[in-house]
């Protein structure tokens, strides 16, 4: 791993967008998983199916993890699915922190996917607790909000 920024992206401490994507690869293939458990937290499940250096490589880039992660950067990005969220930032939207605001994920429509139903803040990207307008049995999945942006159906 070349510890050198290669692409016009500043931010990531001297890493480069693509070794942050093939680092959180890297570790999927070892049947393990990174959560971003809070601001400034990561949590890797199943560590110890991770060898040594790539743990040590993970814990080096931490900070620069969570940059990138964070969507921060990249205004331009837009996923309405969480397939092409995770396409981009390789961890599926509810691997992210659920009460912290994601910009990415503000696009995403509501869904269902893996046996659950997922709604994220159209104003923030958190977890959004209020639908409106929403018919489950009519396949109307609504518009959603937390708490902060409830605006009570009233655009
Ligand atoms: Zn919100």
């Known amino acids: 791993m070349v510890f050198q920024d290669t692409t016009p992206f500043i931010g990531l401490w001297g890493f480069a967008m693509s070794e ?3 680092l959180l690869l890297e570790v999927e293939q070892h049947g ?3 959560i971003q458990s809070g601001r400034d937290r990561l949590t890797l499940r199943r560590a110890a ?3 040594d250096d790539l743990s040590a490589q993970v814990k ?3 900070w620069a993890i969570l940059r990138f992660l964070s969507g921060v950067g990249e205004p331009e990005l837009a996923p309405t699915t969480a397939q092409e969220f995770r396409n981009h930032f390789v961890l599926w939207p509810w691997n992210l922190h659920w009460d ?3 910009p990415a994920r503000r696009y995403l429509k509501p869904e269902s996917h893996g046996g659950g139903f997922w709604h994220w803040c159209s ?3 958190r977890w959004a607790v209020h639908g409106f307008g929403v018919d489950l049995q009519h396949g109307q999945l609504g518009e959603w909000r937390c708490g902060l942006h409830r ?3 009233k655009r």
């Open 20 to 22: 942050i994507r093939a």
């Open 151 to 153: 605006t009570d159906g």
């Open 123 to 125: 104003d923030c990207g």
């Open 100 to 102: 912290l605001p994601h």
């Open 49 to 51: 199916l991770v060898p």
């Open 60 to 62: 080096a880039a931490k």
């Open 32 to 34: 393990a998983k990174i």
